[in-house]
Each structure stands twice: as structure tokens, then as C-alpha cells.
């Protein structure tokens, strides 16, 4: 059975208390304990009682929850910033620094050689896992009137000569 309910009461800009849940062991322990604490503050709330602002310690045994402490203000959280670190405020050329920096990721590569070369994914892959060929192959297909067919011969030519020369580059 699928529960709706609001997470906050039409029309408040409000949002409900915050309830931690304490001893949460596995995946499957918190899915118990939310199948169990959902439906607890929806009776809570339909009652006309009001929620507060607490810990509270799964029982896995039990199946319950089970008020720990009581929390009345953020303060009651230890939330502080941490005095060590200093301010740190990135300029914009630094980012842009940073950014020329970050490599592509292999599934990104493998899709933007599909997508500009028009590449079947297998080609792409190739490129992708073994990076001097990918390289080798982006030089070529940069100039090259028909990208697959380099593609082709570089997988099928040029591999089987590096793998005859023990890897080592012909040119």
C-alpha cells in the first residue's frame, strides 16, 4: 500500500522537526526502521500531536523506535564551524586552472568518440581502455576524411603490428 503524505503542511513554508535515527547497521536495517518511523510520525501528526525534535535508537529486534534525547535547538547538535580551517574564497582564474586539469572520464570519453566520430560503441571502448591508441587514433581521425575507417585500420592493422612487435610503435 503507497502513503501520501506532505512533507510539510500546504501553505507552511515550514518544515517538520528533524528525527535522527541511531543504530543503523545495514541497508536493510534502515529500511526497516523507516517502514516502521514513517508511518509512527504520520499517526503522531493525524492524532493532532506534534513531532519534536529528537534521537532516537532503532531496535532491529524489536521492529521500533525509541526516544534517546531530546533535541531542542541546532546548538543541541554540536553544529560549529571548524576553527582550523581558514576561509577559502577560489578566484575564478584559479578555477579555470583546476578545471584544464580534471581529465575525462571514460564513459564521457567513450560517448564523445561515438557521438564525433561516429564510432560503434565496441571502437570507442577500444579507445577508451588502451590510451596511447585512443590518442594516436583522435590525431588521425582529426584530419581524416572518414574517422570509422581509420578506426578500422588502427584496430585491426595497427594492433595486430604492435602486438607482433611486442608493442612497440613502427613509426
Same mark, same amino acid.
Given at each position: 500500500m503507497r502513503r501520501e503524505c506532505?512533507?510539510?503542511?500546504?501553505? %507552511? +513554508?515550514?518544515?517538520g522537526k528533524k528525527i535522527e535515527i541511531k543504530n543503523m547497521n545495514s541497508?536493510?536495517?534502515v529500511r526497516r526502521a523507516l517502514e516502521h518511523e514513517i508511518p509512527r510520525q504520520i499517526e503522531v501528526l493525524q492524532k493532532g500531536a506534534h513531532l519534536t525534535q529528537e534521537t532516537r535508537r532503532w531496535d532491529d529486534a524489536g521492529g521500533l523506535?525509541?526516544?534517546?534525547? %531530546? +533535541?531542542?535547538?541546532?546548538?543541541d547538535y554540536r553544529y560549529f564551524p571548524e576553527p582550523d580551517l581558514m576561509p577559502f574564497a577560489p578566484t575564478a582564474e584559479w578555477?579555470?586552472?583546476?578545471?584544464?586539469?580534471?581529465?575525462?572520464?571514460?564513459?564521457?570519453?567513450?560517448q564523445r568518440l561515438m557521438r564525433q566520430y561516429q564510432l560503434p560503441a565496441s571502437d570507442a571502448q577500444t579507445f577508451t581502455w588502451d590510451r596511447p591508441l585512443g590518442d594516436y587514433f583522435e590525431k588521425i581521425a582529426s584530419r581524416a576524411?572518414?574517422?570509422k575507417a581509420a578506426a578500422n585500420w588502427i584496430i585491426n592493422n595497427l594492433r595486430a603490428k604492435l602486438a607482433e612487435s611486442?608493442?612497440?610503435w613502427l613509426m
Open positions: 506532505e512533507r510539510r503542511p500546504q501553505g %507552511s +513554508k515550514d518544515l541497508f536493510s536495517a523506535t525509541e526516544t534517546m534525547r %531530546s +533535541k531542542e535547538m541546532a546548538h578555477l579555470g586552472e583546476v578545471k584544464k586539469r580534471v581529465v575525462e572520464l571514460p564513459l564521457a570519453k567513450k576524411q572518414h574517422p611486442g608493442g612497440r
